[in-house]
């Protein structure tokens, strides 16, 4: 009885923790903060289906949705490459964007090429294309 208590407890208690005096509290030590967000202008050319239509970069992941499922995998940058993989999803049934989500998903892939000027970023492989805005936070 005493571990259950332990085993629901120590979430709580995690959330509660804060770090120690002189803890780097900077980007680099919240994995969970994303280094930069951008929003989806256009996927393989047609609007994003739902505004909620995101990218997120971490430091070594990235993170993305189209306004239903969510998607990711570890992330390398080499070059002017993503290298994503494996790529992981939720896979709730999301009537009108499945199409955009699946394009998306093997996209990011592809390991795609892609470039970053005047905040905005295009990502490309064989297949697909996305331009994206960066989010202003």
């Not at 505004?51 to 971490?58: G, S, V």
């Amino acid at each position: 009885m005493i571990r259950q208590t332990l085993l629901i407890a120590l979430p709580f208690l995690a959330a509660c923790a804060t770090p120690q005096a002189g803890a780097d509290t900077g980007p680099e030590a919240r994995p969970d903060m994303p280094l930069t967000s951008w929003t989806f202008v256009s996927i393989d050319g047609q609007k994003p289906v739902s505004e909620r239509a995101e990218l997120r970069i971490y430091e070594k992941r990235i993170a993305a949705t189209v306004g239903c499922n969510g998607l990711g995998g570890d992330l390398q940058i080499v070059a002017d490459q993503l290298k994503v993989g494996p790529i992981i999803s939720t896979q709730m049934y999301c009537d009108g964007l499945m199409e955009q989500e699946r394009a998306v998903a093997e996209l990011l892939g592809a390991s795609p090429a892609f470039f970053v000027e005047n905040g905005h970023m295009g990502i490309r492989s064989e297949k697909h294309v996305a331009e994206l805005v960066r989010k202003v936070v």
